[in-house]
């Protein structure tokens, strides 16, 4: 037979289910979008040294002071976050680079199994360019492997707190239902008792 008890109590269930999916994809969506958002950064950060770099090394490049690029460039370099630095001019005829400076092909790993070379590296090319005119290349490449640990690490401590809240508020519903539970079936025991007695 039809009982609207169960039936309701099966909707219930369903719907509790239902939601709990719902908050389990909606922070993986969250933490996806949180990975969007510092890549945007990292790319931001990124031009914004490079630009700077392009733009100090202008005066250079058209003076043809290669000393003072060759010091751009081991300057540049002694941040953490940057791999290294080279300048060309405007024919591609590279003109400084830091000490530990490599090609192209090398930094993105075409000579090794699977790229390996490449792996948590990025590199960017900024024209020089001197009133309007293109006078050179500087080509940066940034251990982006360390540009995202700090924010990876921020993003995985959110999501195990957000993980362990959403389990914390199951469990706390559950005690809520298992209290409720327990004092309504209190007086159901007591007149059962009574009615023993009598």
């Avoid at 999916?21 to 031009?47: P, T, Y």
């Avoid at 195990?160 to 327990?182: E, T």
Wanted: glycine share 4%; charged share 20%.
């Amino acid at each position: 037979m039809f009982s609207w008890r169960y039936f309701i109590k099966g909707l219930l269930v369903t719907a509790i289910l239902a939601m709990f999916v719902v908050i389990l994809s909606n922070s993986s969506l969250i933490s996806q979008s949180n990975e969007k958002i510092q890549n945007k950064q990292i790319q931001s950060l990124s031009r914004i040294l490079i630009k700077q770099a392009a733009l100090s090394a202008s005066d250079y490049v058209i003076n043809e002071e290669q000393d003072k690029l060759l010091k751009l460039a081991q300057q540049l370099t002694k941040d953490n976050l940057i791999f290294d630095v080279t300048v060309y001019n405007a024919e591609g005829i590279k003109l400084a680079a830091s000490d530990n400076a490599l090609t192209i092909s090398q930094i993105l790993g075409l000579h090794t199994p699977l790229s390996v070379a490449s792996i948590g590296r990025e590199q960017l090319i900024e024209p020089i360019l001197h009133k309007s005119n293109l006078v050179g290349f500087v080509r940066v490449t940034f251990e982006k492997s360390k540009l995202t640990a700090f924010a990876n690490h921020h993003y995985r401590k959110s999501d195990r707190l957000m993980y362990s809240m959403l389990i914390m508020s199951l469990l706390c519903g559950i005690a809520i239902v298992l209290l409720f539970r327990h004092r309504s079936s209190t007086p159901a025991l007591s007149n059962f008792f009574l009615t023993l007695k009598k």
